[in-house]
């Protein structure tokens, strides 16, 4: 059975720091492009950012405050989020891709079901 399970969203205050996990589980991890989106109250989801093997990119929003990393020996992906803003507040998702061809993971897709992060005073 798949699962993304997101962990370390919370409250903090403006300029504070966190940092979210989400662990994977029932699929080969190392064959999945990981990826974080976030949706805040009333609007779309968007991307925050992804990694995969040849590296991570990130919205210009959260350029040079967030960073994305991966652990494949233990099925998780991190992002952790320094310099927080009030607007960064929003429920954050994992996001799993297949992006191996050839593998029958190719063009899977999964997601978690999302952590809060409220940054507030």
């Known amino acids: 059975q798949v699962q993304l399970v997101e962990s370390g969203g919370g409250l903090v205050q403006p300029g504070g720091s966190l940092r979210l996990s989400c662990a994977a589980s029932g699929f080969t991890f190392s064959r999945y492009g990981m990826s974080w989106y976030r949706q805040a109250p009333g609007k779309e989801r968007e991307l925050v950012g992804g990694i995969s093997s040849v590296g991570a990119k990130y919205a210009d929003s959260v350029k040079g405050r967030f960073t994305i990393s991966r652990d494949n020996a233990k099925n998780t992906v991190y992002l952790q989020m320094n310099n927080l803003k009030p607007e960064d507040t929003a429920v954050y998702y994992c996001?799993?891709?297949?992006?191996?061809?050839?593998?029958?993971?190719?063009?899977?897709?999964?997601w978690g079901k999302g952590t809060l992060v409220t940054v507030s005073s």
């Open positions: 996001n799993a891709l297949g992006v191996v061809r050839g593998t029958r993971d190719y063009g899977m897709d999964y």
